[in-house]
């Protein structure tokens, strides 16, 4: 049993199911001409029940140029494709995307990291306490890119002690003036 998703008359998504609508083990997205873009399976191990994943990138004549098992290496090859070999800049002020680009180390490639918020637990107290379960995976790996940037020296401060000092992190404050005040007493 499927699903089409169809724009301007033409196919743009196509979902197959198990038995139901649940669970989802075909996804294939098409292009606006048509042809066959990136199907995502799901029911590798056994077809028509879930479980291990393909997923396939296609030419434009539909056919298969390249499989992954998992979408992340997809998205390494098409950041690479994007690149093709210049020198590149990637900021990321993203925390889920940070996860990701903790993977994406490449000569030519400039990767930073700007965070905008607290890397601690709720209620934590810096600079030993907790780390966000959101912040974890990138602070265990901040050598992973070129610079860390945050908005403020106390962050920085209390990132470098429990990390041991690491090399790539600074300190590039919002760029905000404000306007002089005056005594009205006075």
Same mark, same amino acid.
């Given at each position: ?12 998504? /196509? /979902?197959?199911y198990?038995?139901?609508e ?5 996804? %294939? ?8 873009? *990136?199907?995502d399976?799901?029911?590798? +191990?056994?077809k028509? *029940? ?5 997923? +396939?990138?296609?030419?434009?004549? @539909? ?33 889920? +995307?940070a996860? &990701? ?16 918020? @607290?890397?601690?637990? @709720?209620?934590?107290r ?18 992973? &890119?070129?610079?860390? $940037? &945050? ?8 990132? %470098?002690? $429990?990390? %041991?000092n690491?090399?790539? +992190?600074?300190v590039?404050?919002? @760029?905000r003036? &404000?306007?002089?005040t ?5």
């Amino acid at each position: 049993n499927s699903s089409d998703e169809v724009s301007d008359g033409v196919l743009r998504r /196509r /979902r197959r199911y198990a038995a139901g609508e649940k669970p989802v083990l075909q996804v %294939d997205y098409c292009r606006s001409g048509g042809s066959l873009m *990136v199907s995502d399976r799901r029911d590798v +191990t056994a077809k028509g *029940v879930e479980g291990g994943r393909l997923i +396939t990138l296609c030419g434009w004549d @539909s056919r298969p140029i390249a499989s992954w098992n998992q979408v992340w290496p997809l998205y390494l090859f098409w950041l690479d494709c994007v690149v093709a070999g210049r020198e590149a800049f990637m900021i990321v002020d993203s925390k889920l +995307t940070a996860n &990701f680009m903790t993977r994406y180390r490449r000569d030519n490639v400039v990767t930073l990291h700007l965070v905008h918020n @607290s890397h601690m637990a @709720s209620g934590a107290r810096p600079p030993y306490g907790e780390l966000s379960p959101t912040r974890r995976y990138v602070f265990e790996r901040l050598n992973s &890119f070129d610079a860390v $940037v &945050f908005l403020t020296e106390s962050q920085k401060k209390d990132v %470098d002690l $429990v990390f %041991d000092n690491p090399q790539n +992190t600074c300190v590039i404050p919002n @760029s905000r003036s &404000f306007p002089a005040t005056h005594d009205p007493e006075g």
